[in-house]
T-cell receptor, first 113, second 116 residues
Framework: QQPVQSPQAVILREGEDAVINCSSS?????VHWYRQKHGEAPVFLMILLKGGEQKGHEKISASFNEKKQQSSLYLTASQLSYSGTYFCGTEDLSNFGNEKLTFGTGTRLTIIP | NAGVMQNPRHLVRRRGQEARLRCSPM?????VYWYRQLPEEGLKFMVYLQKENIIDESGMPKERFSAEFPKEGPSILRIQQVVRGDSAAYFCASSPWDRGLNQPQHFGDGTRLSIL
């Protein structure tokens, strides 16, 4: 059962902020975030481990609430280059050590000038 | 560029033929993962391999699909007797051995397989 992401799609003007959520029905060890532009490979953004940590990458940061089995990706002051589809990939505690990622349903982000 | 290399980028096959997709992991990476992506959908895990070992093939169809990662050379995803439903983008990812550091998976540019 794959993680559910919300929203499915969002359109922002350049400079606006966005939050993308990833929710799993399973206990998680880690959450990985990727961005994929049309016709290209997914590009790694960041990993979050169980422990509720928050990490940052330029103007993109994320949090992980292991109790709620959720992660959120925060994009601030969005740039045109942020456009793409964002995927979370989760590593279940039940599969720990397997390193298999289960990817979410995806969120399509469009930034307009 | 020492990234994950996949070839071919595009592959066209007729129904019933065989498709061979190749993946060379990043230098120093010993773990390889194959994913399938249908248009407008997410990535679906197929198989996870280490050198000469299949670790998890739970996402790979039992028939017609096979994967290997030999001691020397690239990882190969092989699809026999292809059908129209096999049309998809197939991505390979690799990560290094040191599991303790929770290393990310780095993706190749994928192979777009089209079945006529």
């Amino acid at each position: 059962q794959q993680p559910v992401q919300s929203p499915q799609a969002v359109i922002l003007r350049e400079g606006e902020d966005a939050v993308i959520n990833c929710s799993s029905s399973k206990a998680l060890y880690s959450v990985h975030w990727y961005r994929q532009k049309h016709g290209e490979a997914p590009v790694f953004l960041m990993i979050l481990l169980k422990g509720g940590e928050q990490k940052g990458h330029e103007k993109i940061s994320a949090s992980f609430n292991e109790k709620k089995q959720q992660s959120s990706l925060y994009l601030t002051a969005s740039q045109l280059s942020y456009s793409g589809t964002y995927f979370c990939g989760t590593e279940d505690l039940s599969n720990f050590g397997n390193e298999k990622l289960t990817f979410g349903t995806g969120t399509r982000l469009t930034i307009i000038p | 560029n020492a990234g994950v290399m996949q070839n071919p980028r595009h592959l066209v096959r007729r129904r019933g033929q065989e498709a061979r997709l190749r993946c060379s992991p990043m230098k120093g990476h010993s773990h390889v993962y194959w994913y399938r992506q249908l248009p407008e959908e997410g990535l679906k895990f197929m198989v996870y391999l280490q050198k000469e070992n299949i670790i998890d093939e739970s996402g790979m169809p039992k028939e017609r699909f096979s994967a290997e990662f030999p001691k020397e050379g690239p990882s190969i995803l092989r699809i026999q007797q292809v059908v129209r439903g096999d049309s998809a983008a197939y991505f390979c990812a690799s990560s290094p051995w040191d599991r303790g550091l929770n290393q990310p998976q780095h993706f190749g540019d994928g192979t777009r397989l089209s079945i006529l």
